[in-house]
């Protein structure tokens, strides 16, 4: 064993009772979720702007496109370009308006569970959470 741990044993071995605390949470910061919420939401597009972009990069250079364009060509007898239809602006334009979406709802989401929760804490006297000291 290290030093650091024998020191943590012998301290842990000291013979004092562990004490118990029962810690409520009775209330929410509204403005602290809404924040915390588009924190989380500029997370969540990050990724989502990535998958996205890398998803048409992969299906365009799989050539996917030009199969499903030519499998729909077969059945319609008529000519379409699919890959015309999701070049690299139109993919931006789509991952921007998802990105848009998903902060303003994460935001509010956040935002609205916080007020929910303090509303329900008057009538419940909230969530118990029990901590116990080593």
């Known amino acids: 064993m ?6 943590l044993a012998r301290k842990s071995d000291n013979g004092h009772p562990a004490r118990n605390m029962r810690l409520g ?7 602290s979720t809404a924040k915390l919420a588009f924190l989380l939401s500029v997370c969540l597009n990050t990724v989502t702007v990535v998958l996205i972009v890398l998803a048409a990069r992969i299906l365009t250079d799989t050539e996917v496109f030009s199969s499903i364009t030519t499998v729909y060509q077969d059945l319609t007898n008529r000519p379409v370009d699919l890959s015309q239809l999701l070049d690299a602006n139109t993919v931006f334009a789509f991952a921007a308006t998802v990105v848009a979406l998903n902060t303003v709802l994460i935001t509010a989401l956040g935002t609205g569970f916080a007020m929910l929760y303090n509303i329900s804490v008057r009538a419940t006297g909230g969530v118990i959470v029990g901590f116990r000291s080593p």
């Open 2 to 7: 290290t030093d650091v741990a024998e020191r």
């Open 25 to 31: 949470v009775a209330h929410l910061g509204v403005w």
